[in-house]
């Protein structure tokens, strides 16, 4: 039940793991769980996972898609201006 609200929660609506904890009440960490279950949930129903991954805002660098949270430090350039990944549920075509 708690997953399906996660489902209609991020519908075409993009939101980063602190936006879902912020609004659940919920902290990041759990979230995370809950979305990596999702995921699993998902992999034989209409619907998907789809992520957005972070990025380095200084120097562009893109993090890897299995990333959920948002990473302290960029490898290349070092800056900690990163924007955060953002989760949205897709239906499959
Ligand atoms: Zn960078």
Redesign the pocket.
């Known amino acids: 039940m708690f997953r399906k609200d996660l489902i209609k929660l991020l519908q075409c609506n993009p939101l980063s793991l602190k936006d879902i904890a912020l609004l659940l009440e919920m902290t990041p960490r759990d979230v995370e769980d809950d979305i990596r279950h999702l995921i699993k949930s998902l992999r034989h129903s209409e619907y998907h996972l789809h992520v957005t991954p972070a990025h380095?805002?200084?120097?562009?660098?893109t993090f890897h898609k299995e990333k959920l949270h948002k990473p302290g430090k960029?490898?290349?350039?070092?800056?900690s201006?990163i924007r955060e990944p953002l989760l949205e549920i897709e239906k499959r075509n």
């Open positions: 380095c805002r200084k120097c562009g660098f960029c490898p290349i350039c070092h800056e201006w």
